[in-house]
């Protein structure tokens, strides 16, 4: 997301409660200074999904399935997001482990790429946030997901992968 415009100090406007502060708690620019956005953009959340506190208008497939992002889920399994998907198409979960001892789709920079970016350099990964904020009264539910899988024993095994190729 290299087009975020970013909090701008001078839109702290008013000394006294606003009409958006006395129905969610808080001035949208407190909302817009935590979040590096515009205090437009929070209006806009407003406006558009009827919350301040939602990012997007529906999840992600990862968030939706797993309630994680893409970059969540390939950091605590130390594998590429193009391996994830592979395995997502192949096995129809991404935390069933590859019967194969292949051990290429690691999150391990290759030598003969030294010169490349590493995929978590890319900005396509660098603004990946959970659709939701904290502050949203769905967001737990929707975190609770990723507790229908098995994570902690295949988390385990891909560190172990990594350790044994280190």
């Given at each position: ?25 808080e001035p949208a ?39 994680k992002t893409i ?96």
């Amino acid at each position: 997301m290299p087009y975020k415009t970013g909090f701008i100090k001078k839109q702290k406007p008013y000394e006294s409660v606003t009409k958006f502060e006395e129905k969610w708690g808080e001035p949208a620019w407190k909302i817009a200074e935590r979040e590096n956005v515009s205090t437009t953009t929070i209006h806009m959340r407003v406006h558009n999904y009827g919350t301040p506190y939602q990012r997007k208008q529906t999840p992600s497939r990862w968030e939706a399935k797993y309630g994680k992002t893409i970059v969540e889920i390939c950091n605590e399994l130390y594998i590429h997001p193009v391996a994830l998907a592979q395995r997502e198409s192949i096995h129809k979960n991404v935390y069933c482990e590859d019967t194969l001892s292949n051990t290429n789709n690691r999150n391990i920079k290759i030598p003969k790429y030294k010169d490349t970016k590493h995929w978590t350099e890319l900005a396509h990964y660098q603004g990946d946030r959970f659709w939701l904020m904290p502050e949203h009264p769905d967001y737990q539910k929707e975190r609770d997901r990723c507790l229908k899988y098995n994570c902690e024993y295949h988390i385990k095994l891909a560190k172990q992968k990594v350790s044994d190729i280190i």
